[in-house]
T-cell receptor
Framework: GNSVTQMEGPVTLSEEAFLTINCTYT??????LFWYVQYPGEGLQLLLK?????DKGSNKGFEATYRKETTSFHLEKGSVQVSDSAVYFC????????????FGTGTSLTVIP | DTAVSQTPKYLVTQMGNDKSIKCEQN?????MYWYKQDSKKFLKIMFS???????INETVPNRFSPKSPDKAHLNLHINSLELGDSAVYFC?????????????FGPGTRLTVL
């Protein structure tokens, strides 16, 4: 079946630190992979996505590469800011089941000045 | 120009009451979803409608009933509310054809059952 395993939080970093949030997946087909971000009190926003192996998604300084060989889609940012404090969700989309999404459990990030 | 909107944003009610949450999308998507997010931020898919037809119906108490009057709307009605229904409910929408499968989320409805 399909599932997403995400690094547990919470994660606390100092401003300008390097961020990695690990995400691995299992899938029966060829899924698309996503990172969503949820700021306090808001809905989920798409941060980046990748639709096939070796694709790199990037946005706002965040990057993630679709690694089929390791079934991973780790989120990275070279220098975090206080405004990056949020909950980050890794997800996969399975076209064979009507684009049903499978979400990870979310990782809470707090960046301190 | 809000893409996915939900009303109300906050809903406080007593146990046993019946309530509805409304969702509308103006993105022209053919599929809409309801998710429940618990206090630990875990997201659970509840329902999915494609062109007004139910396509995903996860294990959810039958007190929850979705209704889709048209492709742009998916409402959630909850009967006999219980304490455990307290959560944030998110509506989302997407295409299910043409290769564009990103889901777009509404701002959420925080339901508190007293």
């Amino acid at each position: 079946g399909n599932s997403v395993t995400q690094m547990e939080g919470p994660v606390t970093l100092s401003e300008e630190a390097f961020l990695t949030i690990n995400c691995t997946y299992t899938a029966t087909g060829y899924p698309s992979l996503f990172w969503y971000v949820q700021y306090p009190g808001e809905g989920l926003q798409l941060l980046l996505k990748a639709t096939k192996a070796d694709d790199k998604g990037s946005n706002k300084g965040f990057e993630a590469t679709y690694r089929k060989e390791t079934t991973s889609f780790h989120l990275e940012k070279g220098s975090v800011q206080v405004s990056d404090s949020a909950v980050y969700f890794c997800a996969l989309s399975d076209r064979s089941t009507g684009n049903q999404f499978y979400f990870g459990t979310g990782t809470s990030l707090t960046v301190i000045p | 120009d809000t893409a996915v909107s939900q009303t109300p944003k906050y809903l406080v009610t007593q146990m046993g009451n019946d309530k509805s949450i409304k969702c509308e999308q103006n993105l022209g998507h053919d599929t809409m979803y309801w998710y429940k997010q618990d206090s630990k931020k875990f997201l659970k898919i509840m329902f999915s409608y494609n062109n007004k037809e139910l396509i995903i119906n996860e294990t959810v108490p039958n007190r929850f009933s979705p209704k889709s009057p048209d492709k742009a709307h998916l409402n959630l009605h909850i009967n006999s509310l219980e304490l455990g229904d307290s959560a944030v409910y998110f509506c989302a929408s997407s295409f299910t054809s043409g290769g564009e499968d990103t889901q777009y989320f509404g701002p959420g409805t925080r339901l508190t059952v007293l």
